[in-house]
């Protein structure tokens, strides 16, 4: 338990708060039937989102409800992005580099509050990294459009979790809490811009084996010889069943049955 929090000065929140809020409206104007103050909204909500997913679960008064200035440069940065977005994506590597640090920012806040209030080590990272996050899923909820956070792309919630354990090991050890809060920053924004820098991703899932996909294909061919010329052949080994050598063999007539492939009779082709 922390006996303090990462604090920093209200100008360095401000413009945490406004780059997502700038980055925020500058993705929704892109979009199609959505006006100026569904735009703005939007841009708002990635702004201060995260903040208040992080007071929500930790049940305590919003910090962005506390302080005017907080509405008012996520609302003003809303409405530069949705303006100006041509002239902002000359500076995209700036843009890119702040919102770099304001989730290294959001992560050490939301982790050291949570430490703070005696939240355990693993809640605690988890509320750090949807601090950190929680801008951009609300701006994909209120889009609706599938959350970019949960599918293949540059790290960033990595780059997060990774800065907000660097945290904790680093107060593990006895080190002051706005050392340890400098420490995530850095970490987080050098592997945030690592990762846009070299395209670096999580792999994709795999739901499937290797020999499902395998099965998978063979009863596809199966089925579009079957259309094509309404004989269908089955392979030795069903789905389910396993050689007793343990080997694959490849598809082939089944052996139960007389001389030449089992067939079926032609049935509708498509």
């Given at each position: 338990m922390l006996d303090e929090t990462f604090r920093t000065p209200l100008p360095v929140d401000l413009i945490a708060v406004g780059v997502g809020s700038l980055q925020g409206a500058m993705f929704a104007a892109g979009f199609k039937r959505i006006d100026l103050l569904g735009v703005a909204i939007i841009g708002i909500a990635s702004g201060i989102g995260g903040g208040i997913l992080r007071d929500v679960l930790l049940g305590v008064p919003l910090a962005a409800f506390s302080e005017n200035l907080y509405l008012v440069v996520a609302t003003g940065a809303a409405f530069i992005g949705m303006l100006l977005p041509r002239l902002l994506q000359k500076v995209d590597p700036v843009i890119t580099a702040l919102d770099?640090?304001?989730?290294?920012?959001?992560?050490a806040i939301g982790t050291t509050k949570a430490l703070s209030m005696g939240l355990p080590v693993v809640p605690s990272l988890f509320i750090g990294t949807v601090s950190a996050v929680g801008g951009g899923v609300l701006r994909d909820l209120m889009l609706n459009?599938?959350?970019?956070?949960?599918?293949?792309?540059?790290?960033?919630?990595?780059?997060?979790?990774?800065?907000?354990?660097?945290?904790?090991?680093?107060?593990?050890?006895?080190?002051p809490v706005f050392a340890a809060g400098i420490a995530c920053v850095i970490v987080t924004a050098v592997l945030r811009l690592l990762a846009v820098r070299f395209g670096w991703s999580l792999p994709e899932q795999r739901a499937l084996s290797r020999l499902r996909l395998r099965r998978q294909r063979q009863v596809e061919e199966v089925i579009e010889e079957a259309l094509h010329t309404g004989t269908i052949t089955l392979p030795i080994t069903l789905i389910g069943e396993v050689p007793p050598d343990g080997e694959e063999r490849p598809p082939g007539p089944d052996q139960n049955a007389p001389d030449g492939p089992s067939s079926a009779p032609p049935g509708r082709r498509g």
């Open positions: 770099a640090l304001s989730i290294g920012l959001f992560g459009i599938p959350i970019a956070l949960m599918h293949v792309g540059s790290l960033y919630a990595v780059a997060s979790l990774v800065g907000v354990s660097v945290l904790i090991a680093l107060l593990a050890f006895g080190v």
